[in-house]
């Protein structure tokens, strides 16, 4: 069960992925971007890896892909500002992703096709275990980051109090 949610899973990835790059709208683009990080963020989960998913969620699909819609909404990305690209460097383009396919399909030939293997299904990547250990074997430094972001904290608001008045 858990394979064919993996390759689902994968080939939703993969699509969004190309529907990135071949998309025309920039704004589109980024949208597809956000539900392939979803998908990898569902990667993640199938890995018994939660705390690299909530990042991977708050981080990439969070701040990232606002800054990314903030930029293009800025920048105003249109037709008429699009620079057309010489034959030469279209024709490149297509042979250099030529021979990646080739590539990959001379990987793909290679394995032998067998059962995934990889880690055996832990705990490792429970916040459980990550906050145990976090605060058993690294309180110290922990604390120590905590009170340098703090103070950096205190010190940008006080730069930015002081550029107003």
């Keep these: 069960m858990s394979h064919s949610i993996f390759y689902l899973l994968s080939f939703v990835t993969l699509l969004f992925a190309l529907l990135v790059v071949f998309a025309k709208n920039p704004i589109h683009s980024a949208l597809y971007m956000v539900m392939t990080f979803f998908s990898i963020t569902?990667?993640?989960?199938?890995?018994?890896?939660?705390?690299?998913?909530?990042?991977?969620?708050?981080?990439?699909?969070?701040?990232?892909?606002?800054?990314?819609?903030?930029?293009?909404?800025?920048?105003?990305?249109?037709?008429?500002?699009?620079?057309q690209k010489p034959i030469y460097l279209k024709f490149a383009a297509v042979i250099a992703a030529g021979l990646l396919m080739l590539t990959i399909f001379a990987a793909i030939k290679k394995t032998d096709g067998g059962e995934i293997s990889g880690l055996p299904i832990n705990d490792i990547g429970l916040v459980k275990n990550l906050g145990k250990t976090l605060f058993k074997d690294f309180l110290l430094p922990f604390e120590i980051i905590s009170i340098l972001l703090l103070s950096a904290m205190v010190g940008s608001v006080l730069l930015a109090k002081r550029e107003i008045n």
Excluded: R
């Design 42 to 83: 569902c990667h993640y989960i199938l890995l018994n890896a939660q705390f690299l998913a909530i990042v991977n969620f708050i981080v990439y699909m969070g701040a990232i892909m606002v800054l990314i819609l903030f930029a293009m909404m800025f920048l105003n990305l249109g037709k008429e500002t699009e620079v």
